[in-house]
């Protein structure tokens, strides 16, 4: 495995765990469950957390458009899942994981190119 590889791959598990420990903090201060709108409540609480949100939600939705070209160009497959993964995860777990499968795709052409 390369190195750009190892490295996405260990973002990808940061992007999984790291926002899922505060998630699960999150849902124990909520009594045990998950309201998406007491969460956006409180993502949006202050002015640094509305910059922080809003710095996120215009990196996600450009990171998602070029996950969805890129994918056509490399003829990646299943770049929905991707999209799926950032709502249902988190961006910081899909876009390392689509950065790992991608570089595994430019790898391996490249290989078919020798």
Same mark, same amino acid.
């Not at 490295?7 to 903090?25: E, K, R």
């Not at 003829?75 to 689509?98: K, M």
């Given at each position: 495995?390369?190195?750009?590889? &190892?490295?996405? *791959?260990? *973002?990808?598990?940061?992007?999984?765990?790291? =926002?899922?420990?505060?998630?699960?903090?999150?849902?124990?201060?909520?009594?045990?469950?998950?309201?998406?709108?007491?969460?956006?409540?409180?993502?949006?609480?202050? #002015? #640094?957390?509305?910059?922080?949100?809003?710095?996120?939600?215009?990196?996600? &939705?450009?990171?998602? *458009?070029?996950? /969805?070209?890129?994918?056509?160009?490399?003829?990646?497959?299943?770049?929905?899942?991707? &999209? /799926? *993964?950032?709502?249902?995860?988190?961006?910081? /777990?899909?876009? =390392?994981? /689509?950065?790992? &499968?991608?570089?595994?795709?430019?790898?391996?052409?490249?290989?078919?190119?020798?």
């Amino acid at each position: 495995m390369s190195v750009p590889r &190892i490295f996405y *791959l260990l *973002l990808t598990l940061a992007g999984l765990s790291i =926002p899922w420990y505060y998630n699960f903090q999150f849902m124990q201060q909520a009594g045990g469950a998950f309201s998406i709108a007491d969460f956006i409540a409180a993502s949006s609480s202050n #002015a #640094a957390s509305q910059s922080l949100s809003w710095d996120l939600a215009i990196a996600c &939705i450009a990171g998602l *458009l070029w996950i /969805f070209f890129e994918s056509r160009r490399l003829g990646l497959r299943f770049f929905w899942v991707y &999209i /799926f *993964l950032t709502f249902s995860v988190a961006y910081a /777990f899909a876009f =390392p994981l /689509f950065l790992f &499968i991608r570089q595994g795709q430019l790898e391996k052409c490249r290989s078919d190119e020798t």
